[in-house]
């Protein structure tokens, strides 16, 4: 069985500091890796993913993530983070094209002024 | 990435009734997936909606509660049968476009009385 957990249900930090958010996974084999973020009243946007190759990849509106795969994991990370950054960020994982994904438990990030 | 909207935005609904909710791409996709959002929680599942073939659902949800159609590569549907205030959720759907990546729609809020 495959599955994804987040630590953390909240992370708070002050606007312009690093964020960073955690997920790690468990799955045979090697996994697709995704985040996604959700802002109030609306849906899913796709914010990166990691499917192969280079283990940093950038994302959308400065966000990158680092697949690690000793440990694991697929940390979330921006260098400075806005107040408007402050949302719900999901980490999810499939096994393949055309399967379903699955979501970690999501942490809600807080970014204050 | 595709467009995709849904259909009711939000609905407050009777017990014992049903709601079914649209979703529309902008483009063809083979593969389309429903999930469930319920209060606080992450994302879970339903089914998976290819144009052609019946639905395939995930543990624990049926076809009886859950009906989904799926008439061309563009549009699905999934009403929610017999409703109770248990069924209260946000429903998502998505779709798979270019390696592994699904898109999310804006979600359908239901309250159900």
């Known amino acids: 069985a495959q599955s994804v957990a987040q630590p953390e249900d909240q992370v708070n930090v002050a606007e312009g500091n690093p964020l960073t958010v955690k997920c790690t996974y468990s799955v045979s084999g090697n996994p697709y890796l995704f985040w996604y973020v959700q802002y109030p009243n609306r849906g899913l946007q796709f914010l990166l993913k990691y499917i192969t190759g280079d283990n940093l990849v950038k994302g959308s509106y400065g966000f990158e993530a680092e697949f690690n795969k000793s440990q694991t994991s697929f940390h979330l990370k921006k260098p400075s983070a806005l107040v408007s950054d402050s949302a719900l960020y999901f980490c999810a994982l499939i096994k393949a094209a055309g399967n379903k994904l699955t979501f970690g438990g999501g942490t809600r990030v807080l970014v204050k002024p | 990435s595709a467009v995709i909207s849904q259909k009711p935005s939000r609905d407050i609904c009777q017990r014992g009734t049903s709601l079914t909710i649209q979703c529309q791409v902008d483009?063809?996709?083979?593969?389309m997936f429903w999930y469930r959002q319920q209060p606080g929680q992450s994302l879970t599942l339903i089914a998976t909606a290819n144009q052609g073939s019946e639905a395939t659902y995930e543990s624990g949800f049926v076809i009886d509660k859950f009906p989904i159609s799926r008439p061309n590569l563009t549009f699905s549907t999934l009403t929610v049968s017999n409703m109770s205030p248990e069924d209260s959720s946000i429903y998502l759907c998505s779709v798979e476009q270019g390696s592994e990546t699904q898109y999310f729609g804006p979600g359908t809020r239901l309250l159900v009385l």
């Open positions: 483009s063809q996709v083979t593969m």
